[in-house]
């Protein structure tokens, strides 16, 4: 292999998705509601979790849970938080008598369905894949952080990869970390960071 065709490899992405910890739901609080006792103790087991990970930069959701869960690990680096509101997470709207898992099974079985004041799962993918496809681009071969919701990371990595579907999502705890690898726009491995 010569200098120069070694010079046009390329390094891999990785993007670290960071599902929130346990915050207690309060309604009408969406966007500012805090973690839980329990929910703060994680944040610290996060960041010892991505220690030595070696991150460039820290990215997340605009809701305060999501923020949280990954500010101690920004911290304790030195970085700062860039907010990226198309991260936020799927407004499910109005599911009338149906149970939360019964509307998340519909959702996740017809992709362009929405409740009335909800959001697609077409919809949802589309605006939050945007980011990740951006951060591929912008930052290629940098270690990244996303401060994120376990049904918009579910959709977003069931972007380019169909195994990320609603029984993934269910099985996702708060909080999670996926450590995933990219070659450009192509995801190459995911390895599960929080309960291996």
Same mark, same amino acid.
């Given at each position: 292999m010569t200098a120069n065709s070694v010079h046009h490899l390329? %390094? =891999?992405?990785?993007?670290?998705?960071?599902?929130?910890? *346990?915050s207690p739901y309060e309604e009408g609080r969406e966007r500012t509601r805090g973690l839980s006792r329990q929910g703060l103790a994680d944040a610290l087991a996060v960041k010892d979790r991505l220690l030595g990970e070696g991150i460039d930069l820290y990215i997340s959701s605009p809701? +305060? %849970?999501?923020?949280r869960t990954i500010r101690d690990a920004a911290d304790s680096a030195g970085r *700062?938080?860039?907010? $990226? +509101?198309?991260?936020? +997470?799927? *407004?499910?709207?109005?599911? #009338?008598r149906l =149970?939360?898992? *019964?509307a998340k099974q519909k959702v996740y079985g017809d992709t362009a369905f929405a409740f009335p004041g909800g959001e697609s799962s077409m919809e949802a993918r589309h605006r939050a894949a945007q980011v990740? %496809?951006?951060?591929?681009? $912008?930052?290629? #071969?940098? %270690?990244?952080v996303i401060g994120t919701h376990g049904d918009i990371m579910t959709l977003m990595l069931g972007e380019f990869d169909?195994?990320?579907?609603y029984a993934f999502w269910e099985s996702t705890s708060m909080p999670d970390i996926y450590k995933t690898e990219w070659e450009g726009e192509t995801l190459r491995q995911v390895t599960r960071m929080w309960k291996e």
């Open positions: 390329k %390094r =891999s992405t990785f993007l670290y998705f960071v599902r929130h910890a *346990e809701y +305060e %849970r999501a923020v *700062e938080i860039i907010i $990226e +509101e198309d991260l936020r +997470e799927r *407004e499910i709207g109005q599911i #009338g =149970s939360f898992q *019964e990740v %496809r951006k951060l591929l681009d $912008e930052h290629a #071969g940098k %270690r990244i169909p195994r990320f579907d």
